[in-house]
């Protein structure tokens, strides 16, 4: 039990470092590979990126609003486990391609989400993220939750950047 809560506050401790990475070292974090997708060219216009969204749900390990950048199948095993889905763990092509995954952070009733809405490519790799609120007249469950999404796309050479979008949703019929 105490070997088991040691790896998974190593792999949190982990998650979150990269995490920090991607969300406050705008510019700083590049994944250099050869077979790397690279869109933009200085001042060109920002070219849209295909993902594919892998998971998504209510309720997850992340208390916190984090961004994590999965590179390696190791890492994609420890983020498995963070969230709560029965989907087996998807095969992924980490030459090819990467995970993004989004969370909300804990939240105190329903309502609340977070998605990728839009990657694209310019200078930087740019992920815009939707975090959506209930409106003031939602009837909501009275359940915790932590939302998150993970999303598989091409992997490139460019700075990963994000942007934030708030969104409050009406419950107005």
Partial sequence: M????IIIGLAL????????????????????????????????AAATVPFTELAQGAHSTIAVRANYLITSKAELAKLWK???THAQMPVIDFA????????AGKKPTAGYA????????????????ALTSPGGNCVLAQSVTEPYQVIELPKTALALTHVDQEITASCLR
């Fill in 2 to 5: 105490k070997d088991t809560l």
């Fill in 13 to 44: 401790v982990a998650v979150i470092a990269g995490s920090f990475i991607f969300l406050y070292g705008r510019g700083s974090l590049s994944n250099a590979s050869s077979s790397a997708v690279t869109y933009g060219a200085p001042g060109a």
């Fill in 82 to 84: 963070m969230i709560d």
């Fill in 96 to 103: 090819k391609n990467d995970i993004i995954a989004v969370f």
């Fill in 114 to 129: 977070v998605a990728v809405s839009k990657v694209t490519d310019a200078n930087t790799r740019e992920v815009t993220v």
